[in-house]
């Protein structure tokens, strides 16, 4: 099965007999412990953009919180 090209993504087919047309149809089927690696690894890919985008959001805050203490400084420094 291995040499088959349906069973390229996978290594696994499954036939599938048309009832209309009366053809039989191979078609790649999807194994479990390959849709658990894709999972993780979009579930690990999320993380770490939620990771840099917290990092990112930290960073804004820290230069918004000085900008509005220079604002607020050169307010009193007038009077």
Not at 31 to 45: C, L, P, Y
Not at 53 to 71: G, H, I, M, P, S
Request: positive net charge; aromatic residues 8%; proline residues 1%.
């Amino acid at each position: 099965q291995k040499t088959l090209v349906e069973c390229n993504p996978t290594g696994f087919i499954e036939k599938i007999n048309c009832l209309t047309s009366k053809r039989d149809e191979f078609k790649s089927c999807r194994s479990a412990v390959m849709e658990a690696h894709v999972f993780w690894r979009f579930v690990g890919t999320m993380m770490c953009v939620a990771a840099v985008f917290a990092v990112l959001v930290v960073c804004r805050q820290r230069v918004l919180d000085r900008k509005a203490l220079e604002k607020v400084r050169k307010q009193i420094e007038s009077i």
